[in-house]
């Protein structure tokens, strides 16, 4: 679904990304850990088409797609969908109108009819109900005045009327209490399917107790220096990202 | 300078109704006395009057003739707004175009039909609340009108559909100058809602309109206030409205301003008794090369009264804005809870803001807060909305409706809201010179 081969990028300038390369199948859950500062957050920014984030070298393609070329809202109606480490307040803008915007959009490009009010409706307020978010937050403006934990809801009940191919999400277990974790790990698990995939940039391996990745990568310094399955997390989770760093001086 | 000065005294009614003799004559001695105000002038200092000085517009208006009707009528009402209409072409009124008959509970008289009873209210009204002393142009008013509106709402009136002044111009051979003066006064526990409207059929017009409202609100009254300044671009329009309110009297103020080469719109409202309250909104959209200046002056003077404040501007190309938002807290007015708020958008560099939120505090048991804000669109909420797959001038669109929704909300006339929403949509769009199309 997702491959990316030597991928430079650059922030103001500054190279962040050093050629990181990952492959992820249909279905495939990926979780990215690594230090702070070594890129993670960046690359969901340059998977995500942000202005500013621009991609220096190698490639990334997405279902056969050259996916650098597309826009930002091109690469979301094609399946792309970055849940956001702090998720943007948009005062005046109800939630409701939002992501009625978003999902029309989405509908229009692959040739399809606004959905009607009624449908849509129905659709948002049971997926409220399953990130555990009262209705009220429908009407109310996007995240605004929303706690951190109801920010990142809100970007899992986006993602549920979506219906992205390809998820990001970036940190979005930071600063979740436990029973906030469960509802945003049960709203990912329920959209595990086979045609869709995930990854899941994390600092806390809490997260993989949840949500079972099928693979785990440690980026450092903008390169993927070490992958493996769900025990690498708990290896990490044990000894720290010491003995991985080629600076780290020996034991 | 002072050549406008005297120039203007010829706009001066020859033999004006019993009730404007008194309001002249003082009006012309203080307009005299003066020079036109200019940049050293604390007032006026953003805003320039070379436009109206070098222009030739003091000469009267020739009347409203009006050769398409059906245009016109489009203009007064739309398929949202239900509001009664009274209305006046390049400041005359027109009788076949307003409603035939007022609400039950409401009385709107001509200063120049009004009977001798009623000449005597208006006489002592006029001027009562607008300080020619303190407004320059309150006092040309003052000296040189012909005509006006006395509308009078009866105590414990409740009315359903708002009254709507709408003010049509319309242009002339000849440049021209229209004097508008009203009267509102709001009975005891009455509830009222009154459009004041200035619009036109083109945005190529040739008029200054001076126009002058004094609102007086009886004790316990409620009026919401939507004037609004639509006469086109090419229109100069120097407005004041100026409020009285009784004990527990509540004013919901909205006022908006499209943008023109000169627009200028001075609010003043005085708490005199304690218990009353205001709510203060307002928007300004200038773009090309126009310029909205909005002033605004809150007297506390009594206890426990209320003030509310939020005014949201969108400016772009090389457009000016001004906004001053003064609150003035006397010594008597304790208690008093006061918040003003001023954001701008600028969608150009060249755009302008003039900001200055102006409290003065002399009571020590008060709580007050102001706060001006002038930036650009933030890039984050713009990234935020299109990695969602909303376009990029959709999401412009979406985030400048929502940077003025907040004062959209307080006009509680729904057929207002109705007839405002696609106009602020096309000026939006125009702001940001986008392509979408606006629904």
């Known amino acids: ?251 | 300078m002072s050549d406008f000065v005297q120039a203007a005294l010829a706009l001066a009614p020859e033999d004006p109704a019993a009730c404007l003799r008194e309001l002249g004559k003082n009006g012309r001695k203080i307009w005299q006395g003066q020079t036109m105000p200019n940049r050293k002038t604390e007032n006026w200092k953003y805003t320039s009057l070379r436009v109206l000085e070098e222009g030739d517009y003091l000469r009267r208006s020739e009347g409203g003739a009006v050769t398409d009707v059906q245009a016109i009528e489009r203009l007064i009402a739309s398929d949202s707004l239900t509001a009664t209409p009274i209305v006046f072409i390049n400041g005359q009124y027109s009788e076949a175009l307003s409603a035939q008959s007022m609400p039950a509970g409401v009385s709107c008289v001509q200063f120049s039909h009004a009977d001798s009873a009623q000449q005597t209210v208006i006489g002592a009204a006029l001027g009562r609340i607008a300080d020619a002393a303190r407004h320059p142009f309150v006092a040309l008013n003052d000296s040189t009108c012909e005509d006006g509106l006395l509308i009078d709402v009866a105590p414990d009136t409740r009315l359903k559909n708002s009254l709507q002044i709408c003010n049509i111009v319309l242009p002339q051979a000849q440049s021209y100058t229209v004097q508008q003066r009203v009267l509102l006064n709001i009975g005891s526990g009455a509830d009222a809602s009154v459009i004041e409207r200035y619009v036109s059929n083109t945005s190529k017009q040739n008029c200054f309109i001076n126009s002058v409202t004094e609102v007086a609100l009886a004790d316990n009254a409620r009026l919401s206030h939507y004037y609004l300044d639509m006469a086109g671009e090419d229109a100069l329009h120097i407005g004041g409205v100026y409020v009285d309110l009784g004990r527990d009297a509540t004013y919901n103020g909205f006022q908006l301003g499209h943008g023109g080469n000169l627009q200028r719109l001075d609010l003043q409202v005085n708490h005199n008794v304690s218990g009353s309250h205001c709510e203060l909104n307002g928007i300004y959209l200038p773009n090309k090369a126009q310029l909205v200046d909005f002033h605004t002056c809150v007297e506390h003077r009594a206890p426990h009264c209320t003030t509310n404040e939020v005014y949201r501007g969108i400016v772009g190309d090389a457009a000016k804005a001004v906004f001053n938002g003064r609150i003035h807290i006397h010594p008597d007015a304790q208690k008093t809870v006061a918040d003003l708020s001023n954001k701008n958008l600028l969608t150009s560099y060249n755009a302008e803001v003039d900001t200055k939120p102006e409290l003065e505090i002399y009571a020590d048991d008060v709580k007050c807060s102001h706060g001006a804000t002038v930036a650009q669109l933030d890039e984050k909420s713009l990234y935020y909305l299109r990695s969602r797959g909303i376009d990029h001038d959709a999401a412009v669109m979406m985030l400048s409706y929502g940077f003025i929704s907040e004062v959209l909300d307080s006009i509680t006339d729904a057929g207002l809201r109705g007839l405002l929403q696609p106009l602020l949509s096309q000026a939006i769009s125009e702001e940001f010179h986008l392509q979408v199309a606006t629904s």
């Open chain 1, 1 to 251: 679904m997702l491959s990316i081969k030597d991928l430079h990028a650059t922030v103001d300038g500054k190279e962040i990304l050093k050629g990181l390369s990952l492959e992820i199948g249909s279905g495939e859950v990926h979780a990215i850990m690594g230090p702070n500062g070594s890129g993670k957050s960046t690359l969901g920014h340059v998977l995500a088409g942000r202005d500013g984030y621009e991609a220096t070298g190698g490639s990334v393609t997405f279902k056969g797609q050259d996916l650098l070329s597309l826009a930002a809202e091109e690469r979301a109606r094609e399946g792309v969908f970055l849940a956001f480490q702090y998720p943007v307040e948009v005062p005046g803008v109800s939630n409701m109108e939002f992501m009625k915007a978003s999902v029309d959009a989405v509908r229009a490009h692959r040739g399809e009819e606004p959905i009607d009010s009624m449908s849509f409706m129905k659709t948002a307020r049971a997926k409220t109900k399953l990130v555990d978010l009262d209705e009220q937050f429908l009407k109310r403006g996007v995240n605004e005045g929303f706690s951190g934990g109801e920010k990142k809801r809100n970007e899992l009940l986006q993602m549920m009327m979506l219906e992205p191919s390809l998820c990001i999400l970036d940190e979005t277990d930071s600063g979740l209490d436990i029973d906030a974790l469960k509802v945003v790990a049960d709203g990912v698990n329920g959209l595990r399917d086979a045609e869709r995939s995930f990854i899941m940039v994390t600092h806390y391996q809490r997260l993989l107790d949840f949500i079972k990745p099928d693979f785990v990568h440690v980026l450092s310094d903008g390169k993927i220096i070490k992958s493996g399955d769900h025990s690498l997390a708990l290896e990490l989770e044990d000894k720290g990202y010491g003995w991985l760093l080629p600076e780290a001086p020996a034991a």
